[in-house]
């Protein structure tokens, strides 16, 4: 089945230890995102590709960077993670036109020692 | 400053009964909305969504309704059934903002047998 995968499902890292998560999609998607859901709260967008295009919330950290190389692969990178980080991240795709709907991968939950 | 509010965090109904989750927004640029569902150890699932030229979206069980002068749209489950028990997610794009969606926190429904 065409669908976003997420590795790895468990993801523990040291405090200040850069940390990669992985996203990939078999749906040939433009459109990536990245989220990140901390408990109990709602999921919260970091950043999108369309295509190569990158798009930056206004609000994501530094800290936090992604790289897509192909349509099927985009990338999570946290430089430095802090304890905050902790958190599942999603990922996500779609296509156009922009109000097709999103479909999401199983998360990456991030613990941090 | 959460713009899409879902004051309920959780939900239970009878099996065969009516579910209603509700969701608030305070932005007037929202003008596209969106529910997903999400079950544990997963990701969230579009279900249904319905653009602000309409008040009203309807695909089998599921009906989603938008009073816009009340910043308000709410999702009816008819007859809810125990798979329906997940989290369920109210989502919103502003007009002229591409791709993003603003998520609230989610409600979690519990239908009982």
């Known amino acids: 089945d065409a669908m976003v995968i997420q590795n790895p499902r468990y993801q523990v890292t040291q405090f200040g230890k850069p940390v990669t998560l992985s996203c990939s999609q078999t749906?040939?998607?433009?459109?990536m995102y990245w989220y990140q859901q901390k408990s109990s709260q709602a999921p919260k967008l970091l950043f999108h590709?369309?295509?190569?295009?990158?798009?930056n919330e206004a609000d994501t950290p530094d800290n936090f960077q992604s790289r897509r190389p192909n349509t099927s692969f985009c990338f999570l990178d946290i430089r430095s993670p802090g304890l905050g980080d902790a958190a599942m991240y999603l990922c996500?795709?779609?296509?156009?036109?922009?109000?097709?709907?999103?479909?999401f991968g199983d998360g990456t939950r991030l613990s941090i020692l | 400053d959460q713009q899409v509010k879902q004051n309920s965090p959780s939900l239970s109904v009878q099996e065969g009964r009516i579910s209603i989750l509700n969701c608030d927004y305070t932005?007037?640029?929202?003008?596209?909305f969106l529910w997903y569902k999400k079950y544990p150890a997963e990701g969230p699932t579009f279900l249904i969504s319905?653009?602000?030229?309409?008040d009203k979206n309807e695909d089998g069980r599921f009906t989603v309704f938008l009073n816009k002068s009340a910043k308000h749209l709410s999702l009816h489950i008819v007859p809810s059934q125990p798979g329906d028990s997940a989290v369920y997610f109210c989502?919103?794009?502003?007009?002229?903002?591409?791709?993003?969606?603003?998520f609230g926190k989610g409600t979690l429904l519990t239908v009982n047998p």
């Open positions: 996500a795709t779609s296509r156009p036109p922009i109000h097709q709907p999103q479909h």
């Open positions: 749906l040939n998607h433009n459109v």
């Open positions: 590709y369309y295509d190569k295009d990158f798009n």
């Open positions: 932005n007037s640029m929202f003008d596209y």
């Open positions: 319905i653009s602000s030229i309409k």
């Open positions: 989502a919103a794009k502003e007009r002229g903002s591409n791709y993003k969606l603003t």
